[in-house]
């Protein structure tokens, strides 16, 4: 029976927290079929509102490989955090893009503060997430029609999984994987990975 394939696409912005999108875009790139070495399942790709290099927390310069105009369909989203969530929650074309895209994807996303976006989209209403520790009651009091859960790494809310900061990313990824392909999957990436807290 053959193994479906999908498209990941991991937006990033100005200030977006390294991990938040490098350690899931490094689990879903590193996913293959089962009795292959080489052959991927996931292909991904980033974008973000402008072609120009995004410079991430800490100074990472980034080159995306699509602008919101341009990015072609995908499976996923996942939607990160970062210190540039502030200013991109009030950006109402990214919203509005987020908002469009999830109608068509199998899952969408977030890592960390990446929730404040999947929020502020309309996504959250009525759901249950998460977010980094330092933002739960940020985003409790900003989005009361969310219930936001604590000292979880990640929440699945029907199509919307959602996970808590940083390093949880990765574990949501992986939880992904899982979900998708198998859990031998899932192993075999992490191992990969030599991402030895994943069970």
């Known amino acids: 029976m053959p193994v479906e394939k999908r498209t990941v696409a991991i937006l990033i912005f100005e200030d977006v927290e390294l991990l938040d999108f490098a350690g899931p875009y490094e689990v879903f790139s590193s996913v293959r079929k089962p009795g292959s070495d080489t052959e991927r399942l996931l292909e991904v790709f980033t974008v973000a509102e402008v072609s120009e290099l995004v410079t991430c927390r800490n100074g990472l310069v980034v080159k995306p490989d699509h602008t919101l105009d341009s990015c072609p369909a995908f499976d996923l989203m996942v939607v990160p955090g970062g210190r540039g969530t502030r200013t991109a929650v009030r950006r109402p074309a990214l919203i509005d893009w987020i908002a469009e895209r999830s109608e068509t994807t199998e899952l969408t996303t977030s890592v960390c503060t990446g929730s404040f976006l999947l929020?502020?989209?309309?996504?959250?209403?009525?759901?249950?997430?998460?977010?980094?520790?330092?933002?739960?009651?940020?985003?409790?009091?900003?989005?009361?029609?969310?219930?936001?859960?604590?000292?979880?790494?990640?929440?699945?809310?029907?199509?919307?999984?959602?996970?808590?900061?940083v390093s949880a990313g990765i574990d949501m990824a992986l939880f992904i994987t899982a979900k998708l392909y198998g859990s031998e999957v899932a192993s075999e990436t992490a191992r990969g990975m030599e991402y030895d807290y994943w069970s």
């Open 119 to 165: 929020a502020e989209a309309g996504l959250l209403t009525g759901k249950a997430t998460t977010t980094h520790w330092g933002s739960i009651e940020q985003l409790r009091q900003r989005y009361p029609e969310v219930e936001v859960k604590e000292n979880i790494r990640w929440v699945e809310a029907g199509n919307i999984i959602s996970s808590a900061g």
